[in-house]
């Protein structure tokens, strides 16, 4: 698939960032500051706090007994870890499973897990609310990001936004648990799919190849705020349907871009609305203020001749099937998808684990939140320098040996909350790293299918999540091996796919299969094979991504 030329060198006009590029993408970037909100509100709002069986003959003036008081001991039986049985008590010489509940309020004042007993044998309800989320992130996913290339971002962006809010604020408001997963598979498809997706596109499809990375990796930084607002409204909030309406109104920062944010002009010129693009990129050249003059007829002289010429020239066409038709294409894209699921584990698990840990658990998810930002640094100044495989790989291995760290030292100790703190560090800049390597890894003709099928794995993952934490009924440590584990053998497996640092991305299917032949961790550091250069007709830039998401 051959470059238009025109339409790189009339984008090549406003440069790779100035200051219509800046206010767009602040435009774009309040996306992932609302996601990061919807996709953890579930953390305070349906927060489990610890508790214990309601004892009759203690609790029933209505005033609950002091938590570990010599009193309740006699009717609550001990783990054999020595803490309080937190779903059963003595009945006779016999235990027996709890009817009802007394609460822990020292942080959490109210959620819907203490309004609807949703502990001990419905715990898995609690879960099953945060996997319909994922699942509707998932189904926004695949579903926007392709209506977004249709009907166009902007309008995906916005209805979104809209929808956003709306929902986000009536789901605080639903008293029915059935009611509520409904509203929270629909929440889940606008509230951390629709406008952060296509923000993220406009943005890659707006600034200049030499700012992609920075700004990809600020989408991430910007989500990781979004946790951190997460926590400190929790913090200072105790009423849960107020702190969930407070998360959804959030989206209000997006109503006005309806008015301010402009189409991506790359998409209205792949449409034939070329007059539109020339518009917008004259409009961002004012604001620039380069001092450049734009012959918008020109322009449009030279798009007629290309649309002519067009007609005389087949074009490739691919799709997803093609990624598995030829054997190295096909093991990249296994490789990758691995990758993306591997990543979304870990960076879920941890980041749904905060109530695990012991001590405040709004500090605990804030710091959660800002160890990433060390991370992100790190893989900006290094991505150039080290390559994608190298450092994707050692971030996802070292993520996953704090996760199996964790578990063989003592719960709720400092040392333990600092392991799983550096495990979250490290995946979140991996997770981080995938996007861009996904994108130069995939041939031009099925890259946006390709970066598909990995946030659909990543989607997947996130859905199997809190499904995998209900592990710790049987032993804590379980979820924590399975988070290690996988990113262990992903991280590995990384070090098969080829280096993309400073290489000409692939367009056809043939580039796509040939591409980075036999070139791996191994065979480059040894020194045995020198890596397969793939030189494409074009050198193209960096495509649009339609379907990408934390």
């Given at each position: ?318 799709g997803v099937l093609d990624l598995f038709k030829t054997p190295n294409l096909r093991m990249k894209t296994i490789n990758v998808c691995v990758n993306w699921f591997a990543n979304s584990l870990v960076y879920y698990g941890l ?200």
């Amino acid at each position: 698939m051959a470059v238009d030329h025109t339409l790189e060198e009339m984008m090549g006009m406003l440069g790779d960032f100035g200051r219509y590029q800046g206010f767009q993408f602040f435009l774009h970037i309040l996306s992932a500051l609302t996601a990061g909100m919807h996709m953890l509100s579930l953390v305070t709002v349906m927060a489990t706090p610890e508790h214990r069986c309601f004892v009759e003959d203690l609790d029933s003036n209505g005033t609950h007994f002091p938590w570990n008081s010599s009193e309740i001991s006699r009717y609550i039986p001990l783990k054999a870890s020595g803490e309080m049985d937190s779903c059963r008590l003595f009945d006779g010489n016999e235990t027996i499973q709890c009817s009802s509940y007394v609460y822990d309020r020292t942080y959490y004042e109210t959620s819907k897990t203490i309004d609807w007993d949703f502990v001990c044998n419905k715990r898995w309800m609690a879960s099953i609310s945060q996997t319909v989320y994922m699942f509707g992130v998932f189904t926004g996913a695949v579903v926007l990001g392709g209506l977004a290339d249709k009907v166009g971002r902007k309008a995906i962006f916005c209805w979104s936004a809209t929808l956003q809010l709306i929902l986000g604020v009536g789901v605080a408001f639903i008293p029915e648990y059935y009611s509520f997963l409904v509203v929270r598979f629909f929440y889940g498809i606008f509230g951390s799919a629709g406008s952060y997706i296509t923000g993220f596109v406009l943005t890659m499809e707006l600034v200049g190849p030499s700012k992609r990375t920075a700004c990809g990796i600020a989408f991430q930084a910007t989500f990781a705020a979004g946790i951190m607002l997460v926590a400190a409204w929790g913090a200072l909030i105790k009423d849960h349907v107020l702190l969930q309406a407070i998360y959804g109104l959030h989206s209000c920062l997006l109503i006005a871009h309806w008015w301010v944010m402009d189409e991506s002009p790359r998409w209205l010129w792949m449409q034939g609305r070329t007059r539109e693009a020339i518009d917008i990129v004259a409009k961002g050249l004012k604001m620039n203020g380069r001092g450049i003059t734009m012959d918008k007829e020109y322009f449009a002289r030279k798009t007629k001749a290309a649309t002519m010429m067009q007609g005389e020239e087949p074009r490739e066409t691919a799709g997803v099937l093609d990624l598995f038709k030829t054997p190295n294409l096909r093991m990249k894209t296994i490789n990758v998808c691995v990758n993306w699921f591997a990543n979304s584990l870990v960076y879920y698990g941890l980041s749904l684990s905060t109530g695990k840990l012991y001590g405040n658990p709004f500090l605990i998810l804030f710091i959660m939140g800002l160890v990433e930002y060390p991370s992100y640094i790190v893989v900006v100044l290094l991505l150039d320098k080290m390559g994608r495989r190298f450092l994707t790989s050692f971030l996802m291995l070292a993520g996953g040996l704090c996760c199996i760290a964790a578990t063989q030292m003592v719960q709720g100790s400092t040392t333990t909350t600092g392991i799983v703190m550096m495990g979250k560090l490290f995946i979140a800049g991996s997770f981080a790293i995938i996007y861009n390597y996904s994108a130069e890894l995939f041939p031009t003709v099925v890259r946006n299918s390709a970066m598909g099928l990995g946030s659909m794995a990543a989607r997947l993952s996130g859905a199997l999540t809190p499904l995998i934490t209900l592990l710790d009924s049987f032993d804590p440590t379980v979820p924590a091996i399975i988070f290690g584990v996988v990113a262990l053998l992903s991280g590995f497996w990384t070090l098969f796919l080829p280096e993309t640092m400073n290489q000409p991305m692939p367009q056809s299917i043939q580039d796509g299969e040939t591409f980075g032949k036999g070139d791996t961790f191994f065979t480059t550091f040894l020194g045995r094979k020198k890596r397969d250069v793939v030189q494409p007709v074009h050198m193209e830039q960096m495509v649009p991504l339609q379907n990408n998401d934390k």
